[in-house]
């Protein structure tokens, strides 16, 4: 079981929006803003796409944007492309130096 | 570009120990605290260490802390994981990852641990 809770699957249509949340509670999302995200493709290396909460690393396209509101964090892909397919996963940093992961939400591409 | 590449994966049975490494390339890799993250065989991911830029501040998880033990060779630009006592549920892909404002900016592309009988 996760700390972090996303739904397992969400789904969009080519150029559409989608939203992931990721719920955790004051320990953790609600009380730092270091949330990032991560997309993982099977077989390829992870790539960060958000962190503190909002902000893109270069090369990160602007389609991927974040928000955090109390103690949920969420992912919105936009203008989805078929290469968006993956699965995505949020964390926070939780104090303490440690961090948590969410359970990872796979996304279709419809 | 900066390159993370993992090795030292492989099947171990439990209570045995393996070490696992990351060669860095493509930026100075003793500015950087490192990480190691796990993916369970069921997806999840967990946090298993961190390392500070010169060695001298690392921390681990309950989960691990006292069977496993990060180090790094800034020389070599080399980030180790000694694994001992290993566990059933320490089996998955271990990735390491350089540490950016409380994130995980780059990472490999993982080694496969398999601990079992």
């Known amino acids: 079981q996760s700390a972090l809770t996303q739904p397992p699957s969400a789904s969009g249509s080519l150029g559409q929006a989608v939203t992931i949340p990721c719920t955790g509670a004051s320990v953790d999302v609600g009380g730092y803003s270091s949330v990032s995200w991560y997309q993982l493709h099977p077989g390829k290396a992870p790539r960060l796409l958000l962190y503190e909460a909002t902000k893109r690393p270069s090369g990160v396209p602007a389609r991927f944007s974040g928000s955090k509101s109390g103690t949920t964090a969420s992912l919105t892909v936009s203008g989805l492309q078929a290469e968006d397919e993956a699965v995505y996963y949020c964390s926070s940093y939780t104090g303490s130096t440690n961090w948590v992961f969410g359970g990872g939400t796979s996304l279709t591409v419809l | 570009e900066v390159q993370l590449v993992e090795s030292g994966g492989g099947l171990v049975q439990p209570g045995g120990s393996l070490r696992l490494s990351c060669e860095a390339s493509?930026?100075?890799?003793?500015?950087?605290?490192m990480h190691w993250v796990r993916q369970t065989p069921g997806g999840g991911l967990v946090w298993v260490s961190l390392i500070s830029n010169d060695g001298t501040s690392i921390t681990y998880p309950e989960s691990v802390k006292g069977r496993f033990t990060i180090s790094r060779d800034n020389a070599k630009d080399t980030l180790y994981l000694h694994m001992n006592s290993l566990r059933d549920e320490d089996t998955g892909v271990y990735y390491c990852?350089?540490?950016?404002?409380?994130?995980?900016?780059?990472w490999g592309q993982g080694a496969l641990v398999t601990v079992s009988s």
């Open positions: 493509g930026f100075t890799f003793s500015d950087y605290w």
């Open positions: 990852a350089r540490h950016l404002a409380y994130s995980f900016d780059y």
